[in-house]
Structure formats: C-alpha cells, structure tokens
C-alpha cells in the first residue's frame, strides 16, 4: 500500500489558472514538506512543516501556498500559474527534530503548464 | 545558501564493477548529508545518511565523510543493472530542509 498518496499524478492548467494539489501520508509522521523537480533545476526545496505549523518556507512567490487541514496532509494551492511553474512537485514526510530522521518522497504530481 | 555540486554527472560501469560518486558542500555545519536513487517517473528514496567524519557501510554501500574538505562519497560495490538509477546526494538542516544537487546519471551495463 503507498504510504504517501499524491493526486493527481499528472495535471495539465492553462496559465493564469488556479490549481491545488494533494499529500496525505500514513506514516504517521509529523513533519511534511514539499519540493519541486523541473527540467532546469535540481529538486528544490519549497517548504516545511512541523505539527502543522510552518517551519521554513524558500518559496519567493506567494502565489504557492501550503495548506494543511489534518496533521496527515499537506496540500499545495497553486495560483495565477506560470509555463514556467511546469514541474514534478513531490510531498515528502518525515518525523521532525533530528537530522538522521529520513524524509519518505510520495510519487509526484506532474503539472505541465499551457 | 547551500550549495551542493556531485560529480560526475554520468557513469558507466560494467555489472560487478564499483561505482563511485561524489559530492561537495558548502556549509561544514550542516546536519547530515544523504544520499538516494531516483529511477524515472518516481520519487526519490533514501538510500544511506551520515553525519560524522568517517565512514559508514550498509549492504553494498559504503559512505565516506570528511567535513574539513567538505566531501562526501558513495561507493556501490559489486553494481547491479538494477543499480542504474539518478543518484542524488543531498545536505540537510535543522530546519528540515534537504538541499539536492543536480545528480550523478548511474548506467551499469550487463
């Protein structure tokens, strides 16, 4: 059984559209995050959270913007979409705190912006 | 702002032989460093961390860490051709946060 669910696994918007996508892990941890893999970049940091409070966020644009409604998800609202928000965006979780805690990527959501 | 640069950014081995990537860093305080395998159209999975100067061994794989130079190093032993996989070594904070290079493309041919 996947223990990281991300939905929908590919999504086409048109530019200027507004999009949300899904993370629910059953892990049971409390830490979640979200990156962004694009052809022109490594895999990128864009946020954390810990017990549903924002820990770090290295997103310069407020039109990307988490949200969590139960300890297990973690959700990424996407507005006013680029063609060069075009991505593989994957959930990530791990227990918080320490450094040696692994961090547990879900599949990806493959958005291609038009 | 960490900077993480692995080389090389391909490999060919033939099966059996030992595969050696590398990675460097630019914060010597960073938490641990980890590295995971990436196969097309998937997530990446964890494969070994460390976070002390030295060495570390799991199954095949044996990490090296010197934070002085600010290197680190994956070596496969005995590589696979279920081995070839994007390897990604990664450095991670406090605050959670893993920093990713750009990867090593593994090819281990039969």
């Known amino acids: 059984d996947p223990k990281i669910i991300q939905k929908p696994k590919y999504l086409v918007a048109v530019t200027g559209s507004e999009k949300i996508l899904i993370c629910e892990q059953y892990?049971?941890?409390?830490?979640m995050y979200w990156y962004r893999q694009s052809a022109k970049k490594p895999l990128e940091f864009m946020f954390s959270?810990?017990?549903?409070?924002?820990?770090d966020n290295q997103t310069a644009s407020s039109r990307f913007q988490p949200q969590s409604s139960k300890k297990n998800h973690l959700d990424l609202q996407i507005t006013a979409l680029k063609p060069d928000d075009s991505a593989t965006y994957f959930c990530?979780?791990?227990?918080?705190?320490?450094?040696?805690?692994?961090?547990?990527f879900g599949p990806g959501t493959r958005l291609t912006v038009l | 702002q960490e900077k993480v640069q692995q080389s090389p950014e391909s490999l060919i081995v033939p099966e059996g032989a030992m595969s050696s990537l590398n990675c460097t860093f630019s914060?010597?305080?960073?938490?641990s460093i980890w590295w995971y395998q990436q196969h097309p159209g998937k997530g990446p999975e964890a494969l070994i961390?460390?976070?002390?100067?030295g060495n570390k061994k799991e199954g095949r794989l044996t990490v090296y860490l010197n934070r002085a130079s600010l290197h680190v190093s994956l070596h496969i032993r005995d590589s696979q051709p279920s081995d070839s996989a994007v390897y990604l070594c990664?450095?991670?904070?406090?605050?959670?946060?893993?920093?990713f290079g750009d990867g090593t493309v593994l090819t281990v041919k039969p």
């Open positions: 990530a979780s791990s227990q918080p705190g320490t450094g040696g805690a692994e961090q547990f």
């Open positions: 892990l049971g941890h409390n830490a």
């Open positions: 959270y810990s017990y549903q409070k924002l820990m």
């Open positions: 914060n010597s305080a960073s938490q």
């Open positions: 961390s460390i976070f002390s100067n």
């Open positions: 990664a450095v991670r904070t406090n605050t959670g946060k893993l920093t």
